[in-house]
Nanobody, 118 residues
Framework: QVQLVESGGGLVQAGASLRLSCAAS????????ISWYRQAPGTQLELVAG???????NYADSAKGRFTISRDNSKNTVYLQMNDLRPEDTAVYYC????????????WGQGTQVTVSS
């Protein structure tokens, strides 16, 4: 079955960096778009960044210039490098696989908590 496993979250101070990983199995990884979403308490799920099978990317305005999404098809893994973290980045981060970029697929990971203190 499809499995997405996020890792790399943690508690950091404002201005720090984290790299999240999303390891996938049960899918033809190289043919899937993978996106990162996040959800803070009391808020809706929001897209952070996505990467297509071909390597095209998109970012939320809040992530542009600070976050970078990348993929390593040899490891079936997508990364989200997050720099200059802010308290408002605090959320549970989830990865999602879909047949193309811009589409929210049915497969989700369990999430990884990112907490940024001021």
């Amino acid at each position: 079955q499809v499995q997405l496993v996020e890792s790399g979250g943690g508690l950091v101070q404002a201005g720090a960096s984290l790299r999240l990983s999303c390891a996938a199995s049960g899918i033809t990884f190289s043919l899937n778009a993978i996106s990162w979403y996040r959800q803070a308490p009391g808020t809706q799920l929001e897209l952070v960044a996505g990467i297509s099978a071909g390597g095209a990317t998109n970012y939320a305005d809040s992530a542009k210039g600070r976050f970078t999404i990348s993929r390593d098809n040899s490891k079936n893994t997508v990364y989200l490098q997050m720099n200059d973290l802010r308290p408002e980045d605090t959320a549970v981060y989830y990865c999602n696989s879909a047949w193309r970029l811009g589409v929210r697929g049915a497969n989700w990971g369990q999430g990884t908590q990112v907490t940024v203190s001021s």
